[in-house]
């Protein structure tokens, strides 16, 4: 797998469990004489209140490139146009949106899926008084290595379907529960068959057998793990914080995952200052995730980089954590992503929707902001230039809302909104 590829197989089809709420949102909006498969067909949907297609010389100049009464055409697995309806060509096929939103699929860009166990627990105690601390990943861990890889699919494939039936049509997901050569080997495996946005997190922290000698963890990391791991990445991740890997740990993992053709991530000044941000820019890292704790010179250097901010606040949520200042980056001219950080123990959200509403709300974002973070941002996090957006020769990736504006997601939160959802031209809810 190479950094040149596409993003993601297949999805999933809607959970068969899903509630009848869920079933009846699938059919809202309607499609009216389907002439051909999506491989070969050409769509028109039509009657779109605004679209959000990411593109401000397609639209009304904003970031957001919104377009009033819009259509948009998809031919195959691509957007072919977008404009005012009342332009628009004539195709096969064609879905009246009855005056909904529609605006790019959510491109969730952290994630941690492949895991076994449930960590209720620790939840329960930790919104009873007691912090968060990284050490409640070794329950997961042991959780993880007991599991069979059938049941490890069925965990992935489960929280696929429910974060598509929320919007979500690209995701990143990494390893980090397995801690051993083969565990962690195996959980790529898993997840490269859902995407093709993998990450190899072997230094989510150091393995319990590992404790008293973090020196040879790293060793292994860098050596035997990886040579095992590189085939089935993408990605190398580390998490650079107190109680994880320290700053010369971190570059030692994420070199030598450069070395074997990885792109590296980090996850930086989550629970304290520290190096992890700076190190992210020095590399070149696509993404800094959580950017919680931040100084003067981490906010510059991030502003004067490639390297995303991706902000996750589902974890400061689900922590009662501090909220990052998504408006000190934005002002500083940072390029700001949202995503779920699903996985768990700190953040166990596949909702997209939750997020942008949370960022509004408790992160001095606007919901404009909040989307395109939530699409665009993504799609920079992970290098991308052919999903996050509605423009010709993009990934025909969109998501029907239950409502006239992508506003809606911030003024409405916790209601289901999202009542179609079209992935590579096809739709799927």
């Excluded at 895991?115 to 861990?141: C, H, K, L, W």
């Excluded at 069979?148 to 696929?160: F, H």
Aim: one cysteine or more; proline letters at 6%; charged letters at 20%.
């Amino acid at each position: 797998m190479t950094p040149g590829r596409s993003s993601e197989r297949s999805a999933p089809d809607p959970d068969p469990t899903a509630d009848q709420a869920t079933k009846d949102a699938m059919s809202n909006a309607t499609t009216v004489s389907p002439a051909h498969s999506a491989s070969t067909a050409s769509t028109l949907i039509t009657n779109i209140a605004a679209l959000v297609t990411n593109d401000p010389s397609l639209g009304d100049s904003s970031p957001l490139g919104l377009i009033q009464d819009a259509a948009v055409v998809i031919e195959g697995d691509r957007i072919a146009w977008t404009g005012d309806q009342s332009k628009a060509p004539a195709t096969d096929n064609r879905v009246d949106a009855g005056g909904r939103a529609v605006l790019p699929g959510f491109v969730d860009s952290h994630s941690h899926l492949v895991f076994a166990g449930d960590r209720t627990q620790e939840f329960n105690a930790r919104m009873s008084g007691r912090p968060y601390s990284a050490g409640g990943i070794r329950t997961t861990v042991a959780a993880t290595r007991a599991a069979t890889d059938e049941e490890l699919e069925a965990n992935v494939t489960r929280y696929l379907a429910e974060a598509l039936r929320q919007g979500t049509t690209t995701f990143e997901t990494k390893s980090g529960y397995g801690l051993t050569t083969h565990d962690e080997s195996r959980a790529l495996r898993v997840a490269a068959r859902h995407t093709d946005e993998v990450t190899f997190l072997g230094a989510h922290i150091v393995a319990p057998e590992f404790a008293e000698d973090p020196a040879a963890y790293v060793a292994l990391v860098t050596g035997e793990m990886l040579d095992a791991c590189a085939p089935h990445a993408r990605w190398i991740d580390v998490f650079c914080e107190k109680g994880a890997f320290d700053g010369d740990q971190a570059r030692a993992i994420l070199t030598a995952g450069q070395a074997r053709g990885l792109h590296p991530r980090i996850h930086a000044n989550q629970l304290s200052y520290g190096p992890g941000v700076r190190l992210a820019v020095e590399l070149d890292a696509a993404s800094a995730d959580h950017c919680t704790h931040l100084t003067d010179e981490d906010v510059d250097a991030l502003a004067n980089s490639r390297t995303v901010a991706t902000l996750l606040p589902g974890a400061e949520f689900s922590t009662r954590a501090e909220w990052p200042d998504a408006r000190r980056l934005l002002d500083a001219g940072a390029t700001v992503a949202l995503s779920t950080d699903c996985n768990p123990g700190s953040s166990f959200t596949s909702s997209v929707p939750f997020c942008i509403a949370l960022a509004v709300r408790d992160m001095g974002m606007t919901p404009d902001e909040a989307v395109w973070s939530a699409t665009a941002g993504g799609a920079a996090a992970l290098r991308r230039t052919d999903i996050g957006r509605l423009t010709p020769g993009a990934y025909a990736d969109l998501t029907l809302l239950d409502a006239p504006s992508h506003v809606h997601l911030a003024y409405r939160p916790g209601v289901p909104l999202v009542t179609g959802v079209w992935r590579r031209g096809e739709r799927v809810l």
